[in-house]
């Protein structure tokens, strides 16, 4: 029993001592930790902003600067990590950062290139000037190369300016960016989420950037693949809708060549209703003003196919971006179209379509009817009205126009469109618009209100039939005598005619002030 006492109480005063070597190498690890932070700091302070200035080429600001030094192992100090934390650090007039940390083990610092874990940035802001506004500090040395394994943003803001002082910055909210490999010469791996300003929505980007070109960053390489998600087209007020879009690109900041596809199941314009759109298109985008070409896109409106080559641009001076574009159509539906433009639900004509339109959506003016431009032709062919009234008074038409007013064989006739026309202010003007169908052909010019669908159109109708023909009982034979007076440049008949009224009920009539006129 005294044997085993004596044994427990030498091993307590192993487990003591043990302990108190423990403590003391603790304690002058500490000590020398907080030696070797005080002696550091100092010269952590220089390096950093050396290599800054060498890097971005700015004056650097960096108020508050903190070195911590720890032991991984106690029996070899090459282990020691290296911890500095700062806040307020500036680059002006490209970066400020509200906080940020950095780690790096001790021995690593003396090694070619020098080499950090890992960088973590808070609260930052990157300003990115048109390349007249730049400035660079010499830094009057040779820096060493640095090399940084992983850089963390947490929350960020990225504003590109540019070189109109006139036109406002492109913001990006960046929720979190991962770069890594980060080193001068070399381009960074990157993963982002960011927000996109307009349309708003977030994108997920994955890629490589750089290496940085400090001179003018719009010629910083940049490549990668990205989704897009949930970018609300209501923000443009003249069409609405919930875009996603995916893809990959190459190029420099300045000039992104983007090759994607975007996918808009609800997408209308104001006041119609909902067409799916698909789209796939080759763009070239530049990254610092937004400005963007389209080269070109391919489009699936409903079951309609067209291409349009264009630009978004926004003119010097102006608050918005103007989109011109060059649209051509050929095998659509007419419906598809009369969907996204109309009130109602059912379009009132259906039909194949062949259509080539240039486009614009100017940047001035108030409402999107004021500031969308039409120029165009098409053709509407084997189309057929789907209101009752309007396709009756059609079937009507056509049987005067043959000859056969009681024919009700002749019914749901088969017409043809076709013509020019021009849109301004929410006001489509035919100046040449070709109505058919089988013994009428109506040339008429005028005007139709694209939101008050109001119609005013005038021209002259050529008929098969003479105009006794027309009608029937005594009208038909009391009508015989002047049939000469109506039989023009080969027609049965030629009346000058007029359509007014409204879409939903158009009134079809003999236009007597231009036959008064043409009389006189």
Known sequence: MDRDLLQGQAMRKWCIRIVAVLVMIATVLGVTGWFLARRWQPYVREQVVRYLQDRFGTGVELPDLHVDVSWVSPLEWRTAVLRVTGEGLKLPPVVKVGRFEMEAELGALWKTPRRIRRVRLSQAEFDIPPKEMRRGVSTGGTVPAVMVDTIQMDVATLRIFPSDPAKPPRDFEIHSLTLKGMGAGRAMAYQAR?????????????????????????????????????????????????????????????????????????????????????????????????????????????????????????????????????????????????????????????????????????????????????????????????????????????????????????????????????????????????????????????????????????????????VSQTMTGWKRIALKPVDPFFSKDGSGTLLPIKVVGTREQPQFGLDRKKREAAEE
């Open 194 to 466: 960011l927000t996109n300003p307009t349309p708003p929505g977030i994108i997920d980007v994955t890629g490589e950037f750089g290496p940085w070109v400090k001179d003018d960053p719009g010629l910083t390489p940049i490549s990668g693949k990205y989704r897009f998600e949930q970018a609300d087209l209501s923000v443009f007020h003249a069409i609405a809708g919930i875009l996603e879009s995916s893809g990959k690109f190459d190029g420099v900041l300045r000039r992104i060549e983007v090759d994607g596809e975007t996918r808009t199941p609800d997408f209308r314009l104001a006041g119609g209703y909902a067409v799916p759109l698909h789209t796939r298109f080759h763009s070239i985008v530049d990254g610092t003003s937004g400005d963007t070409l389209l080269e070109p896109v391919r489009a699936t409106l409903g079951s309609s196919h067209l291409i349009a080559r264009g630009g978004v641009i926004r003119p010097r001076g102006a608050a918005r971006r103007r989109i011109a574009l060059d649209v051509k159509m050929s095998g659509g539906r007419i419906e598809d179209l009369l969907r996204l433009a109309v009130k109602s639900r059912e379009p009132f004509l259906r039909g194949a379509i062949g259509l080539h339109t240039k486009m614009a959506i100017e940047p001035v003016g108030g409402e999107f009817s004021e500031r969308l431009l039409l120029d165009g032709d098409f053709d509407v062919e084997e189309s057929h009205f789907t209101g009752g009234s309007v396709q009756a008074k059609i079937d009507q038409l056509s049987r005067r126009a043959q000859g056969h007013p009681k024919d009700e064989s002749i019914s749901d006739v088969i017409s043809s469109i076709h013509g020019g026309f021009s849109m301004r202010d929410g006001q489509i003007s035919f100046g040449s618009l070709t109505f058919e169908v089988p013994g009428a052909a109506i040339r008429l010019k005028g005007m139709y209100g694209l939101y008050s669908e109001e119609v005013d159109l005038h021209g002259e109708a050529r008929l098969q039939a003479k």
